[in-house]
C-alpha cells in the first residue's frame, strides 16, 4: 500500500498519463452506465406501449383469413381450405389463451380478457358451423356461420375501443418519454463538455511539460551534431523521465568523444585484418588453381567412355556377344554415373542404372550374390537426385559380404507408404553395431569411407547430404540391422508426381 501511494505522489510522466486516463474512463463509464439504463427502461416501456396494439392488429388479420377459408370450406368442401382452416384455428386458439391468461399494467387489462373470452366464443361458433355442414343441415351451418360474423363484428368494435384506450395511455407514456429523452440529452452534453474540458486541462499541461525538456535537449543535440560536444548542462524541475533523459544525454555527450576514439582505433585494426584476409584469399586461389591442374591431369571420363564404345564395336565384330554386353552395360553404367550430380533423374532410371551394375556384379562374382529390385508403377515417377541407389548397394557389398562366404542377398523395393515414397536397400550381410547404427540414425558418418572401393568415389556420407538438400528434410534416412542378421537402409522421399516403371 505504501509503495502505490508512494507512485501516486512521484511527478512522472507515467502517473500524469495514467492519472487522465483514469479519470476519462470513470467519467466514459459512468455516462455509458446511465446511459445504458435509461435506454433500458424506455425501451421496456415503448415495448408495453404497443405489445397491445402490435397484439390485436394480427389478431384481426387472422380473424379475416380464419373467416376466408371457413366461407370456403363451407361453400365447397375443399381440403386444402380445410387444411388452412384448422392452422388458423390454432392461432387464434392459442392467442386466446394468452389474451385470457395475460397481465398487463394498464386499465385494459379487464377488457383484453373479454376480447379473448369471445374469441373463444368465435372458435367455438366455427366448430358448429364444421359439424352442421358435415351433416348436410344448410340452415344449421349458415346461421352458424352469421352468428360467427357478428361475434367477429362485436370482436372488432371491442378492439376499435380498446386500441383508443390505448392511445390515450400511450400519448400520455409519449409525454414521459419525450422528457426522459431531453434529460438524456442534457446529461449527455454535460458529459461531453466535461470531458473535453478535462483534456484541453490535460493536453495543455501535458504539452508544456513534455515540449520544455525536449526543446532544451533538442537545441544542445544541433550543438552537438556541429561538433561542440561541451554541452552546458542546464538545471530545472520537470517529470522523472524528462529528468532521466536530460541526465542520460548529458553522459552521452560526454563521452561520445572517447567512444570516437575507440572507434578509429577498431576501424584501424579491422583494416590490418582485412589486408590479412585478403592474402589468406589470395594463397586459397592458389591453392584452388593447383587442385584443378592436378584434376586436369588425370584421365579423361570421356575418352574413357568412347574407348568403352569402341571395345564394344570391336565386340560385335568379332562376334563376342557376351564381351560387347558386357561392355554395353558398363559404358551405359559409366554413362550414368559420369552425370552432374546436379541433374533431376527419375526413381524408375535409379533402378534401371541398379539392375545394369548388377549384371556387371554377375560377371565378376558369379552366383555369390542375388539381386532382386521391385518398384511399384505408382512410384516410378518420383524426381530425385542421382546415383543414390549404387553407392547405398556397393555399400552393402563391401561392408556386409567382407567376411561371408556364403551366398548374399540384396533385395531393392520401392512403394508408396501414405505420403512417403519408400526406396529399402535389404541385405542378409554381417550387419551393424548397435554404436555404429545409432551413430548413422544421427546422420553421423565420419567413420564410413567416402571413397574406397566405390566406382562412384561416392558414399553414404555424400548421399544423405544430397537428399537432405534436395527434399529439404533431415530425417530421410532410416538405417536397421542386426548384427550376423542383415542390414536395411530405407529413404522415405516427400511423395512427388508418378509414373510407371
Same mark, same amino acid.
Given at each position: ?25 470513470l $467519467? ?12 433500458f427502461?424506455?425501451?421496456?416501456q415503448?415495448?408495453?406501449?404497443f ?8 389478431m384481426?388479420?387472422?380473424?379475416r ?13 375443399n ?13 387464434l386458439?392459442?392467442?386466446s ?7 398487463s ?25 364444421? =359439424?352442421?355442414?358435415r ?9 352458424a ?12 368494435h371491442?378492439?376499435?375501443r ?24 442534457t ?9 473535453i ?13 513534455v ?15 556541429s ?29 561520445i568523444q ?6 578509429k582505433?577498431k ?9 590479412? =584476409?585478403?592474402e589468406?584469399?589470395k594463397?586459397?586461389n592458389s ?6 591442374m592436378?584434376?586436369q591431369?588425370?584421365?579423361?571420363p570421356h ?14 565384330i ?6 560387347g ?17 546436379q ?12 539392375q ?13 550374390f542375388?539381386?532382386?529390385?521391385q $518398384? ?24 556386409g559380404?567382407r567376411?561371408?562366404?556364403e ?5 531393392i ?7 512417403h515414397? $519408400?526406396v ?7 550387419g551393424?553395431?548397435?554404436t ?9 558418418f565420419?567413420?564410413?569411407s567416402? /571413397? ?9 556420407g555424400?548421399?544423405?547430404? /544430397?537428399?537432405?538438400?534436395f ?7 532410416v538405417?536397421?540391422?542386426v ?5 536395411k537402409v ?10 510407371? $516403371?
Open positions: 500500500m505504501n509503495r502505490i501511494s508512494t507512485w501516486m505522489l512521484r511527478n512522472t510522466l507515467k502517473r500524469k498519463v495514467f492519472s487522465f486516463i483514469l479519470v476519462l474512463l $467519467c466514459f463509464l459512468s455516462g455509458f452506465i446511465y446511459t445504458f439504463y435509461v435506454t427502461r424506455v425501451n421496456e415503448i415495448n408495453e406501449m405489445s397491445t396494439s402490435i397484439s390485436l392488429k394480427a384481426n388479420e387472422e380473424m383469413e380464419f373467416e376466408s377459408h371457413l366461407e370456403t370450406y363451407l361453400a365447397s368442401k381440403s386444402d381450405s380445410f387444411v388452412q382452416y384448422l392452422d388458423t384455428y390454432n392461432l386458439n392459442a392467442r389463451k394468452a389474451i385470457i391468461a395475460g397481465e399494467p394498464y386499465a385494459s387489462n379487464l377488457q383484453l380478457k373479454n376480447i379473448g373470452h369471445l374469441l373463444e366464443a368465435y372458435l367455438d361458433t366455427s366448430e358448429k358451423a364444421i =359439424e352442421y355442414k351433416g348436410r343441415n344448410t340452415e344449421g351451418y349458415l346461421d356461420y352469421g352468428d360467427l360474423l357478428n361475434i367477429g363484428g362485436y370482436i372488432e371491442k378492439v376499435s380498446l386500441e383508443a384506450l390505448d392511445f390515450e395511455v400511450n400519448l400520455e407514456n409519449y409525454q414521459q418519454l419525450t422528457a426522459q429523452f431531453a434529460e438524456i440529452q446529461n449527455l452534453v454535460i458529459i461531453a463538455i466535461l470531458l474540458a478535462l483534456s484541453v486541462i490535460f493536453v495543455f499541461t501535458f504539452s508544456v511539460g515540449a520544455t525538456p525536449i526543446v532544451d535537449l533538442s537545441e544542445q543535440a544541433q550543438a552537438i551534431a561538433g561542440d560536444y561541451h554541452v552546458k548542462r542546464v538545471k530545472g524541475t520537470h517529470f522523472k523521465e524528462a529528468e532521466l533523459l536530460r541526465d542520460t544525454f548529458y553522459d552521452m555527450a560526454s563521452h572517447e567512444y570516437i576514439d575507440e572507434l582505433d576501424v584501424e585494426t579491422e583494416n590490418k585484418l582485412r589486408l590479412s =584476409e585478403t589468406k584469399l594463397i586459397q591453392l584452388n588453381q593447383a587442385e584443378l592436378a584434376l591431369s588425370q584421365i579423361n575418352f574413357l567412355f568412347n574407348t568403352l564404345n569402341a571395345g564394344m564395336q570391336l565386340a560385335i568379332e562376334d563376342a556377344e557376351r564381351t554386353r558386357f561392355l554395353e552395360v558398363l559404358s551405359a553404367l559409366f554413362r550414368y554415373n559420369i552425370q552432374s550430380l541433374n533431376k533423374v527419375k526413381l524408375s532410371q535409379e533402378f534401371e542404372n541398379a545394369k551394375y548388377y549384371e556387371l556384379m554377375k560377371v565378376r562374382f558369379g552366383d555369390q542375388t539381386f532382386r529390385f $518398384c511399384s508403377p505408382e512410384v516410378a515417377g518420383t524426381e530425385m537426385p542421382p546415383l543414390i541407389l549404387q553407392p547405398i548397394i556397393e555399400n552393402a557389398l563391401i561392408h559380404f567376411n561371408k562366404t551366398s548374399g542377398l540384396i533385395d523395393r520401392a512403394y508408396l507408404s501414405g505420403e515414397v $519408400c529399402e536397400v535389404l541385405d542378409n550381410g554381417e551393424i553395431t548397435e555404429d547404427l545409432e551413430r548413422l540414425n544421427r546422420g553421423d565420419t567413420k564410413v567416402d /571413397r574406397v572401393g566405390h566406382t562412384t568415389g561416392l558414399g553414404l555424400n548421399v544423405y547430404e /544430397r537428399l537432405r538438400h527434399f529439404g528434410v533431415d530425417e530421410i534416412m538405417f536397421e540391422s548384427v550376423s542378421s542383415h542390414t530405407t529413404i522415405r522421399l516427400p511423395r512427388k508426381e508418378s509414373e510407371s $516403371c
